[in-house]
């Protein structure tokens, strides 16, 4: 025969044992559903509760039907703000530190903090769960990865791909492929990290590791670690090892080979945002500062006309300055403005045939009273008894005429006479004799002058013979009238 044992119990609501009504380690159940429990008589004559968590707004035992007050230790799950919040009697008060760090704080999104000892959350610290993305004011401290940008493709784009930004759709950046052969399509800002179609947004690298994978390949094979990764100008989009040329090429550095693979390969962003200050330059062009103190470039040729008024056709004058500083001209050099050497005027003197300095002052003007330079001249009388002035001329200036009255012996005409015949000139003369002959130094001497005229003689030192020689010039110095 079985025989049952009951507790003493009992189903009204919040109804608790006293201690008078239990012996020691005596049990009491309320099988009530709203607040049921076990419940015994400690050592110390304590009324303790076993039994589930009582979860609801109101404390367990607040209006009770039996003993008053609480189990020290009880538990209470108290949703009466909206959240729940673990609460445990403490045999005095319902206390609720423990449970606070499991109550939210802030907004829907706010990444939740310890401020103080209890939850907080900002809106400057924000979590995205659709696009995995953590959004945060300010980040001070070390970064491991690459850094990235979110923008809006304007074509279908793949890993690799090197991008401008070309606008933006509300605060969001638009991108598309870069290329270096025009401004328009220049600076690069990164490369892209994922495939990205038209109108989707995704991530690019402006700063860090850009690495392939087996789904999304990065081909770094044949090139070498640390090599320069430059935008192409040929290809737009692509990136190249190869330093663009040309004036019509902007240069930007953009990275380097971080990892040589075919498939898996890393390129180290870098240098995103700008352009070399410095560009490519054509050959025959030089770098020259403008009216606004900027660079651009030039044609030598056309800087030196511009800047010095010297002017060169097709190249036909080359200079060389030696060592000692002599300066040796192949080709004739034109002077259309007057030209003063060293301190004094030095002569010009012709060193080898074909290489005659000339001087041309077309385009100056012999003015009345004037002292100076004021008539110039050089010929070629190698042809003798054949010279004739208007063929053998090699420059001249407020010259008429020079002609040949003997073998040596030339008459030199002015065009605007002197104001007397006190004037100085300077004579000079060298190179072969008509006979082809190698003949030694001249001498040239004046055998008369006149304000309008003069008369020289040509000699050689070495025999003192005339001589109708390749080179003669004179310099006549003084005040026209």
């Known amino acids: 025969m079985s025989v049952n044992y009951l507790l003493k119990r009992t189903s009204t609501a919040d109804k608790r044992p006293t201690a008078a009504q239990l012996d020691i380690g005596e049990i009491a159940l309320n099988y009530e559903g709203g607040d049921p429990g076990l419940y015994f008589e400690d050592s110390n004559g304590n009324v303790r509760k076993i039994g589930p968590v009582t979860v609801g707004g109101t404390a367990p035992n607040a209006s009770p039907a039996g003993s008053s007050g609480n189990s020290i230790g009880e538990l209470w799950l108290d949703n009466s ?17 423990a449970s606070d760090i499991y109550t939210a704080a802030g907004s829907d999104t706010q990444v939740q903090f310890n401020n103080n000892g209890a939850l907080a959350g900002d809106a400057g610290f924000t979590y995205n769960s659709t696009t995995n993305t953590i959004t945060v004011d300010e980040v001070k401290g070390r970064l491991d990865g690459a850094i990235t940008f979110t923008a809006q493709a304007d074509q279908n784009l793949v890993l690799g791909d090197v991008v401008y930004i070309s606008g933006a759709s509300g605060d969001t950046p638009t991108i598309d492929k870069a290329r270096a052969n025009s401004a328009t399509t220049m600076p690069a800002y990164g490369l892209v990290m994922e495939t990205i179609s038209s109108g989707s947004t995704g991530q690019i690298v402006t700063l860090g590791s850009l690495e392939g994978s087996g789904s999304e390949p990065l081909d770094t094979s044949g090139l070498d670690v640390n090599d320069v990764v430059y935008v192409s100008a040929a290809t737009a989009g692509a990136w190249t090892t190869t330093k663009p040329t040309g004036e019509g090429s902007l240069l930007q550095n953009i990275g380097r080979i971080q990892r040589v693979q075919s498939s898996n390969g890393v390129i180290k962003v870098g240098g995103a945002g700008r352009s070399n200050a410095t560009p490519n330059l054509d050959d025959g ?34 200079v060389t300055i030696d060592s000692s500083g002599d300066i040796t001209l192949s080709g004739s050099l034109g002077i259309d403005s007057g030209l003063t050497i060293g301190s004094v005027g030095s002569p010009f003197q012709a060193t080898a045939a074909n290489d005659a300095v000339t001087k041309s002052y077309a385009d100056s003007t012999y003015a009345a009273g004037t002292f100076g330079i004021n008539a110039h001249a050089a010929w070629d009388a190698s ?75 040509v000699e050689r030192a070495d025999d003192g013979a005339n001589d109708d020689c390749e080179y003669i010039s004179i310099m006549v110095i003084g005040t026209l009238s």
């Open 81 to 97: 703000s909206g959240d729940n919040v673990l609460k445990v009697w403490d045999g005095s008060n319902w206390q609720t530190s």
């Open 285 to 318: 062009n030089i770098f020259i500062g403008n009216a606004s103190n900027q660079a651009t470039t030039q044609s030598l040729t056309a800087a030196l006309s511009a800047q010095a008024g010297i002017s060169s056709a097709a190249s036909s004058v080359a």
């Open 383 to 457: 042809a003798g008894g054949s010279y004739d002035w208007s063929t053998d001329k090699i420059s001249e200036g407020n010259i008429t005429s020079v002609s040949r009255t003997a073998v040596g012996k030339f008459t030199v005409n002015f065009d605007t006479d002197f104001s007397s015949a006190d004037y100085t000139a300077v004579c000079t003369a060298g190179g072969l004799d008509h006979a082809g002959l190698t003949a030694g130094g001249r001498t040239v001497s004046i055998l008369s002058r006149s304000a309008g005229s003069m008369d020289i003689v």
